[in-house]
């Protein structure tokens, strides 16, 4: 029902910057609680920012003060915004999206910390 397209991973070097953005389909998408996860490989995906739909947000210790979750309701859009990435931020990311109880995941985009 809900489509979410992700935008925005690649290759960074450690210390630098990366902003994902995920657009989601939808005309009630202010009422969407939206969040980033990430897998690295041979872990458990993971938690990395979640922001509802009353603004509420939370992040995984980890990225807490380099990480930036962020919408905009008008463009159906979530973005992270990443700062000070570092190799152990090296993971596929996904946009979940939840609605009532559903829940929606992106295709994942790819981000690579290394030099």
């Known amino acids: 029902q809900v489509q979410l397209v992700e935008s925005g991973g690649g290759l960074v070097q450690p210390g630098g910057s990366l902003r994902l953005s995920c657009t989601a389909s939808?005309?009630?998408?202010?009422?969407?609680?939206m969040a980033w996860y990430r897998q690295a490989p041979g872990k458990q995906r993971e938690l990395v920012a979640r922001?509802?739909?009353?603004?509420?947000?939370e992040y995984a210790d980890s990225v807490r003060g380099r990480f930036t979750i962020s919408r905009d309701n008008r463009k159906n859009t979530v973005y992270l915004q990443m700062n000070n990435l570092k190799p152990e931020d090296t993971a596929v990311y996904y946009c979940?999206?939840?609605?009532?109880?559903?829940?929606?995941w992106g295709q994942g985009t790819q981000v690579t910390v290394s030099s």
């Open positions: 922001n509802n739909n009353l603004a509420r947000t």
């Open positions: 979940k999206c939840r609605w009532r109880t559903n829940e929606y």
């Open positions: 939808g005309r009630i998408f202010s009422q969407y609680d």
